[in-house]
Each structure stands twice: as structure tokens, then as C-alpha cells.
């Protein structure tokens, strides 16, 4: 004797709800397909025909089917499950903290994620999402300079109030110089790499074509640049270019030159010069702080923007190309806004537990 089907009816409502979920696109997409499932049974379709039509499996049908007729709408929802177990758990974090205190093996200079890995017998990449949450990068490391100038505050906070608040009628000047830039000749163009992006390529010969200094002046009001290319670096050159600066500069007998300059020789025993330029007056920045000097931020961009990956087959071609750029720089020249930025452990730490600590 046949089995006869169980008959699943349901208020209005709730075969209202039903479709809704059935023709969301918001919902997750496996219940969607119980709730078709659902209104399939609720329409007196056979289970061997909503098989074949939402091509499910009968006794997936089934199972939804009495889940819906026990529990309602909510019977269609997944039970709750208990989750997967705690593999990584305190104990283990403290382990690669405590690894990473220890020398590397293997005359390694620093530790990576699959070394730490091996070390502790564990996933490597259960190591990179524990490095990855506590903001622990192995392989990127930072440089910078901490001035052990007995006179440093005093000194940057000179510099650091000409940025911030000139005095009146005065023009403020970032001075500094670029030494031996290569002229070099080599093949440049595009290459088509292995995974099909298409990048910049440069030949690893070349040939030296001589070198240049580039003397240039940030005006920081306004983030005008005066340049000026030399065969040599010496102080004649250098108050050579502070002549030519003052003719390009704005001509008031009220005027004041503030020159923010860093400890470089050739810009030291200038007063001969600067008693015959009573208006001009030097500023210089504490030893080992040169990024307080303004214009070595336009050093940067002017690195990045034509010498990098670029070739020249003479310094003319050089210097041609560096006042080139100048010219087109200064048509849109903005002034550089000074920020405070504060370096969270800016003395050396021997390891990681002292910043965490």
C-alpha cells in the first residue's frame, strides 16, 4: 500500500513571508531555496517533481519539509552549531611573542613567518593572521635620525616658527643641494610580465655619462623652486646660486631672507657673504635633522618624477631635463603644509615585548 504524502499547510502570512524570502536577493541564497522548497510542498507538489524542478535531492526536500511543519519559518534557518575548536589560543600567541625575543636560526637576520612556523611546529598561516592582527611586520623595517644636538629644540623650533609664523616682510628660503646625479644612458620601455601586466622596464646596463649637483631653493609661502645645475659643490658655487637666488626673488628694501639650510661645510664660514647681504640671514637645522629642511621633500618628488627609471646621454641632456621640470613644476607650485607627526618608539628597541609592554 502507497504511503501517502504529508499535506503542509500554512496561514497567510506566513506563506506571505514565504515568497518574500523566496524571491530575495538579499537573503542567503540556501534559504531561498528551502523556502521554494516550502511553497512547492504547501501547493501539493510531489517531492520527486520539486526534486527534478529545483533540482534538490528528495530527502533535503523532506527534511525541510518537517522541519517547516515542527518549527514554522523558523525551522528553516540553520541550528545552532557549537563551532570549530580553539586551536590558537593565548598560550600560543605568548609563544611566538616569546619566540620572536630569541635570535633567528640559521644566521637569519630577522625572523618571517615561515621560520617562526617551523620553529614552533605550527601553521604558517595561523602565524600570519596572528602577526597580521597585532600589527606585527617582520619584513618592513624604517630608518630615520635622531639628532643628539645638545641646542635640538632650540634649533627646530626656529626652523619649525619660520615655517608656522615668519616674521613680517620676510621670505622665507629652503635651501639645499643634490650631489652627483647621474647622467645614464640605458634602454628603457615596457615589458609584459609572466602574469600579463604590463610594467615599466628599464636595462640593467648603462653606460655613465658624468654627473651633476643641483642646487635648489624652496620659496615656502608659496612652493615656488629655484634651481641651478653644477659641474661641483664647493662654497664658490654655493653663493654663486644664493646671487642668482636674490636677483629671482622678490626685490624690497624692507625684505628679510630667512635661509633654512642644514650643516653641510660649504654652507659654514660664509660671513664675508652675508656681511655684504645684511638682509639675508641663515638658519641652520640641528645635526642629524635634515628632514626638518623643507625643500628635501621636492628632492623626493623630483627623484621620483624624472630621474627614476629615465636615461640621459649627457649632462646637458641632465640639466636640461632638471630645469625643464622646474619650469613646468613651478606653473602649479603649491606650498607645502608643515605637520607634526609623532613616532611612536623613535628610540630603538632591542625587541618587541618593550613596545608592547
Request: aromatic share 8%; glycine share 6%; with cysteine.
Amino acid at each position: 500500500m502507497a504511503r501517502t504524502a504529508k499535506i503542509v499547510t500554512c496561514d497567510e502570512q506566513t506563506r506571505a513571508e514565504l515568497e518574500r524570502i523566496s524571491k530575495s536577493l538579499s537573503e542567503e541564497s540556501r534559504l531561498v531555496r528551502r523556502a521554494k522548497m516550502i511553497l512547492g510542498c504547501i501547493d501539493g507538489k510531489r517531492i520527486k517533481d520539486l526534486s527534478s524542478e529545483l533540482n534538490e535531492k528528495e530527502v533535503i526536500i523532506i527534511k525541510w519539509r518537517d522541519r517547516f511543519m515542527s518549527n514554522g519559518i523558523a525551522g528553516l534557518f540553520d541550528a545552532p552549531r557549537s563551532g570549530k575548536p580553539i586551536t590558537y589560543g593565548k598560550q600560543w600567541e605568548n609563544a611566538i611573542l616569546k619566540k620572536l625575543e630569541e635570535k633567528p636560526p640559521n644566521h637569519m637576520a630577522r625572523w618571517d613567518g615561515p621560520t617562526l612556523a617551523a620553529e614552533l611546529g605550527t601553521s604558517e598561516d595561523a602565524v600570519q593572521r596572528f602577526l597580521q592582527k597585532e600589527g606585527i611586520q617582520l619584513a618592513r623595517m624604517r630608518t630615520w635620525c635622531i639628532s643628539t644636538d645638545p641646542e635640538f629644540a632650540t634649533k627646530a623650533a626656529d626652523i619649525i616658527g619660520l615655517y608656522l609664523n615668519p616674521p613680517t616682510n620676510a621670505i622665507v628660503i629652503s635651501i639645499d643641494e643634490k650631489p652627483s646625479i647621474q647622467a645614464l644612458s640605458r634602454t628603457t620601455g615596457v615589458v609584459k610580465t609572466s602574469n600579463g601586466k604590463i610594467v615599466s622596464a628599464v636595462k640593467s646596463t648603462y653606460k655613465r655619462n658624468g654627473t651633476q649637483n643641483l642646487f635648489a631653493a624652496l620659496e615656502v609661502a608659496t612652493g615656488a623652486i629655484f634651481g641651478k645645475t653644477t659641474k661641483a659643490k664647493k662654497r664658490v658655487d654655493f653663493l654663486a646660486f644664493m646671487d642668482d637666488l636674490l636677483k629671482e626673488l622678490p626685490a624690497d628694501e624692507d625684505a628679510e631672507y630667512h635661509v633654512i639650510l642644514d650643516n653641510y661645510c660649504i654652507h659654514k664660514r660664509c660671513d664675508e657673504w652675508l656681511v655684504a647681504h645684511p638682509n639675508v640671514f641663515f638658519h641652520f637645522t640641528p645635526t642629524s635633522a635634515s628632514w626638518l629642511n623643507m625643500v628635501e621633500i621636492w628632492f623626493n618628488i623630483m627623484t621620483r618624477k624624472i630621474l627614476r627609471g629615465a636615461s640621459f646621454d649627457s649632462t646637458a641632456a641632465l640639466s636640461e631635463a632638471i630645469n625643464g621640470y622646474i619650469k613646468a613644476y613651478n606653473e602649479t607650485a603649491e606650498p607645502f603644509v608643515w605637520k607634526k607627526r609623532e613616532v611612536s618608539g623613535s628610540q630603538i628597541k632591542n625587541n618587541i615585548s618593550n613596545l608592547r609592554g
